[in-house]
């Protein structure tokens, strides 16, 4: 199993195109996909802020 983590674009078309060499041999694969928005900063935004909620949680 290989575990990459890379940054890359999607294009005008929607389309995210991967071309990512490997040492695995050749073979059927599962891949699961996980895409996390980079914020134009290089920070990434939080997303919810749950400080509205402090001290709601408990009663």
């Given at each position: 199993?290989?575990?990459?983590?890379?940054?890359?674009?999607?294009?005008?078309?929607?389309?995210?195109?991967?071309?990512?060499?490997?040492?695995?041999?050749?073979?059927?694969?599962?891949?699961?996909?996980?895409?996390?928005?980079?914020?134009?900063?290089?920070k990434q935004k939080p997303s919810y802020d749950f400080?509205?909620?402090?001290?709601?949680?408990?009663?």
């Amino acid at each position: 199993m290989e575990v990459l983590k890379l940054t890359t674009t999607i294009d005008e078309s929607g389309y995210l195109n991967l071309n990512i060499p490997t040492q695995l041999a050749a073979g059927a694969v599962n891949i699961v996909v996980v895409l996390n928005p980079v914020a134009s900063d290089g920070k990434q935004k939080p997303s919810y802020d749950f400080s509205d909620l402090v001290g709601q949680l408990i009663s």
